[in-house]
């Protein structure tokens, strides 16, 4: 059996009743919200739960501005399609995806809207100085990522946010790496929109995600369409969470999604940050015994989710990802991990970077495994 | 064959969203009110297709749970349906 050292990407290994939940529900689920017969109901009350389990996750204000949709990013699409417009200005970090940063300099090419990046350091930390001098008076939102889903590092988005607010501007938060992992409390952290995905952390199906949107932010229909209520309206209803939710939800994927989430508020976001962190810990020691490996990202200083992202010397990393997948059937990821400027700040452009990337299915020895693996492959490739 | 249908009074809740038919439901099977989602009778108009239905007597409960659990909804209205 393969090892599974990827899960930054998506989580392999479910809890088996993920997977109980989809078959259940594709054998028995109707239309949400389209009929009063059971089918129906079921797949209607199912997604309401997943809605009320996502709220409690993120200690959201309001259940019902939990919107599901098809993944993080097209929950960052719709969220910056809709906050930003001619004459606005956007703040980001270099740490930040793709999801993010495209969204943004669509936003940028299309209506003219102004996007400053706030550098990362070598080292992945980000300044928050730098951060705070980026904003201007036009800065309606800043889009920032909870932790890099190349390095693990794990920013403070709490101070952000406190930073955000004080130029009058919104905080929008991209989960993608943390949501399951890493506690998030959009009240006592001040967040405006936190952005989800479900097959990471939370362990539910690819197809699943979405934006809880806290009140007073004042977000626009992304797309129109039926919803079961307010069908005579000629426009999307107003009230949430049908305002972001437009046709036939993914009730099939929801009910994996509740599954998973079952298993996390079982476990418990504090011990599974703590498990995953010391499989990412064990992980990193080992390897930085190997000569000649460089571990990305400023771990010993910071707090982290389940990624240790490293080079062998000078060689590129898709040999190292691919010897060990051939020669030891170890998963990862190499490449650029659709996460740009971030290896641009690291220096790592041209040679990418190995991720290994760690979940609460993954064993100690797996751990031991890919570390010798790894030191055996560093030998052979010097 | 069936014997014929009859129009009983009942205790019928509209709602916006249907996220707060939900909420409805859940709150009346925790607390053994009787009663279901229905669709809305023609009688009546709501934003939401779905409402919650329950015999008339149950009306007290029903308002106190509504109360009790500061669940949204467009209004309360007796309507003769079939049993």
């Known amino acids: 059996m393969a090892i599974y050292f990827d899960n930054a990407a998506t989580t392999m290994r479910k809890p088996p009743e993920v997977a109980r939940a989809v078959a259940a529900a594709i054998d028995s689920f109707g239309g949400a919200g389209r009929g009063v017969h059971e089918a129906s109901l079921d797949a209607g009350m199912t ?7 996502i709220a409690r996750l993120f200690n959201a204000p309001d259940a019902k501005r939990v919107v599901f949709g098809l993944n993080v990013t097209d929950a960052l ?16 970090t270099a740490a930040s995806h793709n999801s993010v940063l495209r969204p943004l300099f669509r936003k940028q090419d299309r209506e003219g809207v102004d996007v400053t990046v706030v550098p990362i350091a070598p080292d992945a930390s980000l300044d928050l100085a730098a951060f705070d001098a980026a904003f201007t008076p036009a800065t309606k939102v800043a889009v920032v990522t909870h932790a890099s889903n190349l390095t693990g590092d794990v920013y403070d988005v709490a101070a952000l946010a406190r930073i955000a607010h004080a130029h009058g ?15 998030i409390d959009m009240q006592a952290q001040a967040l405006d929109v936190v952005c989800f995905t479900g097959h990471k952390s939370l362990y539910g199906p690819q197809g699943t995600g979405g934006a809880v949107v806290a009140p007073g932010v004042d977000l626009p229909a992304y797309r129109e369409g039926g919803t079961g209520v307010h069908s005579y309206d000629r426009r999307q209803p107003a009230m949430y969470p049908e305002h972001l939710e437009a046709g036939t939800p993914n009730a099939h ?3 994996g999604l509740s599954a998973g989430l079952d298993y996390i508020e079982s476990k418990g976001v504090d011990a599974l940050h703590e498990q995953v962190g010391a499989l990412a810990d064990r992980f990193e020691a080992g390897v930085r015994t190997i000569p000649g490996v460089t571990v990305l990202g400023g771990h010993a200083t910071r707090e982290r989710c389940g990624i240790v992202a490293l080079n062998v010397g000078g060689v590129d990393a898709a040999i190292v990802a691919d010897a060990l997948a051939r020669d030891y059937g170890i998963c990862v990821r190499a490449g650029a991990h659709c996460a740009p400027l971030m290896h641009r700040a690291l220096g790592t452009e041209r040679q990418g970077a190995v991720r290994f990337s760690f979940s609460s299915f993954t064993a100690e020895e797996e751990i031991d495994e890919g570390i010798e ?7 052979e490739l010097r | 064959m069936r014997n014929a249908r ?25 607390q053994g009110i009787p009663g279901r989602i229905i669709p809305v009778p023609s009688e009546i108009s709501a934003g939401c297709g779905m409402a919650w239905a ?24 007796t309507v003769d349906l079939y049993a």
């Not at chain 2, 249907?18 to 859940?26: K, P, S």
């Open chain 1, 47 to 53: 997604i309401h739960k997943t809605r009320k389990r």
């Open chain 1, 77 to 92: 699409n719709s969220v910056i399609d809709g906050l930003l417009g001619p004459g606005d200005a956007a703040v980001t």
């Open chain 1, 169 to 183: 501007a919104l905080l929008v938060v991209d989960a993608a790496q943390t949501a399951g992992l890493v506690p």
């Open chain 1, 253 to 255: 994927g929801l009910a």
């Open chain 1, 373 to 379: 693996a790894l030191r055996a492959i560093a030998g």
């Open chain 2, 6 to 30: 009859v129009k009983k009074p009942h205790v019928v809740v509209t709602f916006s969203s249907l996220d707060d038919a939900a909420e409805c439901e859940m709150a009346a099977r925790d």
């Open chain 2, 54 to 77: 329950a015999p008339a007597e149950a009306e007290a409960a029903l308002r106190a749970a509504l109360a009790a659990n500061d669940l949204p909804h467009e209004g309360v209205f």
